[in-house]
């Protein structure tokens, strides 16, 4: 039903978007010039001029600028074909010219005076910035508040030679995320960083021309602004904070290496809001009212009193990153990201229980993010493997200052068709189609990567 709505839509928008006889009629003045015109019907002359408006990639609002326009349509003679049987029995093609009395009529165009319709009916108005609209659930009366952990999307898309992307994240498990998060309705949202992949800025060799396209950046940007644009607009009471983190820091490192020059230009007319090359500005975040703590190492997002998100910068690939944790955070707990994996430690400390734990990550976790493990084949296409990683998020449960709290890690199972459960519900994703904030321009075709291992057969 999803895609038959969007459809629908966008054949509508295709309609507003031409020119009809019928807007000519309305809105134009079409009196004829000759006194005795070869053509009962004027229909067929704005016809005829509507298809050369179309053609000439006009819209319905260039007819707002028309002040006045001559035409003419003449027709002397048509070409008619017909299949003739000789007498040998053999069939040929007869062009016949059957010439006709010249038809026509001169028509002045110019805008009404009176009895114009609305033509803002005409005019499809791109969204603004700001593209959510709906409202979300009221805000839950409750005595403890609520938060959600979610990061490392690593949103990048591989190009392939037949023009179609593969996502380096993984929309599935972005969506079981949106569905847990909208059904939550938390006081607060933390994103833990690593939003963006940002493959091409990094220092590593490439895998694969895929990255190459001059557009890489631009759908990574986009693809970031919509799924945020998704999760604001099904929580308009939360607050959303952003914690900066290495994949973001390929966007400041790169600008500074090779446009040091612009980092520091802002708009004349707004002096002092962000830069224009900042990544806060381009990803929308102020429109979409989300935080942006920046300084990567230096950002921490405080829960409360006892409890911090960071992104982080340590990954024991043998061992556990969560108990590295607890040797560096003495008497405060926190939430870490970047390793993308689920873990979590705990410590007795001075009468309180100290604890380190990782939420996962909503990034692919068969290949097709850039990673040491990963590959592509001499034909360009990527091969399935299974990282160490694992799809989920977490809900905070905690009271403001010095108060308790209680994290619930909520695993996506991938291998199970990413199915989540929490709260006493299941979630599975849902399908493409009705993923609407995937598809965030028109003519993208994004494959399904591979969720699960290959059965492979020696």
């Not at 700001?130 to 409750?142: C, E, M, Q």
């Not at 995937?438 to 990567?449: A, K, M, S, T, Y």
């Amino acid at each position: 039903m999803g895609g038959e709505r969007q459809a629908g839509r966008a054949e509508q928008a295709s309609e507003k978007s031409r020119i009809t006889p019928e807007m000519l009629s309305d809105f134009l003045d079409t009196t004829p010039l000759d006194e005795d015109p070869k053509t009962e019907s004027t229909y067929d002359e704005l016809a005829l001029l509507a298809e050369d408006m179309n053609e000439a990639g006009l819209e319905p609002k260039d007819l707002l600028n028309i002040t006045h326009a001559d035409f003419s349509y003449w027709q002397t003679a048509v070409k008619k074909k017909r299949i003739e049987v000789a007498s040998d029995g053999k069939s040929h093609t007869v062009n016949d010219i059957e010439h006709i009395d010249n038809r026509g009529r001169k028509l002045q165009l110019r805008p009404k005076k009176e009895g114009v319709i609305d033509v803002s009916d005409w005019v499809v108005t791109p969204p603004p910035l700001k593209v959510y609209t709906t409202k979300s659930k009221p805000g839950k009366v409750r005595a403890e508040k609520v938060g959600v952990i979610l990061a490392d999307q690593q949103i990048d898309f591989r190009e392939h030679r037949d023009g179609t992307l593969t996502p380096t994240h993984d929309p599935r498990a972005m969506d079981v995320a949106l569905q847990i998060t909208n059904d939550v309705q938390p006081d607060f949202i933390g994103s833990g960083g690593d939003e963006m992949d940002l493959s091409r800025l990094g220092r590593y060799k490439p895998d694969s021309v895929h990255f190459m396209s001059p557009y890489n950046l631009r759908r990574g940007v986009l693809a970031t602004h919509a799924f945020y644009a998704q999760l604001r607009r099904d929580n308009e009471n939360a607050i959303i904070k952003m914690a900066s983190s290495n994949h973001h820091q390929r966007w400041v490192d790169f600008f500074l290496a090779n446009a040091a020059e612009l980092m520091e230009v802002r708009p004349a007319d707004d002096p002092n809001g962000l830069p224009l090359l900042s990544l806060e500005r381009a990803l929308g975040l102020k429109a979409l009212e989300i935080d942006y703590v920046a300084g990567y190492d230096a950002a921490v997002v405080r829960i409360n009193e006892r409890l911090v998100m960071i992104h982080g910068n340590k990954s024991v690939n043998n061992g556990s990153t969560a108990h590295e944790y607890l040797k560096e955070f003495i008497d405060e707990s926190v939430l870490f990201n970047h390793t993308h994996r689920i873990e979590r430690a705990m410590k007795s400390h001075k009468g309180r229980i100290i604890q380190a734990i990782s939420s996962g990550c909503l990034a692919s976790a068969m290949g097709s993010v850039p990673s040491f493990h990963n590959d592509v084949d001499t034909g360009g296409e990527i091969v399935p493997r299974q990282e160490n990683w694992q799809n989920g998020i977490s809900v905070v449960h905690y009271t403001e200052g010095n108060g308790p709290f209680q994290v619930e890690q909520i695993l996506i199972d991938h291998n199970d068709g990413y199915k989540a459960v929490y709260n006493g519900k299941t979630y599975y994703p849902r399908s493409q189609d009705e993923r609407t904030w995937e598809r965030f321009e028109e003519g993208l075709r994004i494959r399904e990567f591979p969720a699960s291992p290959p059965q492979r057969v020696a």
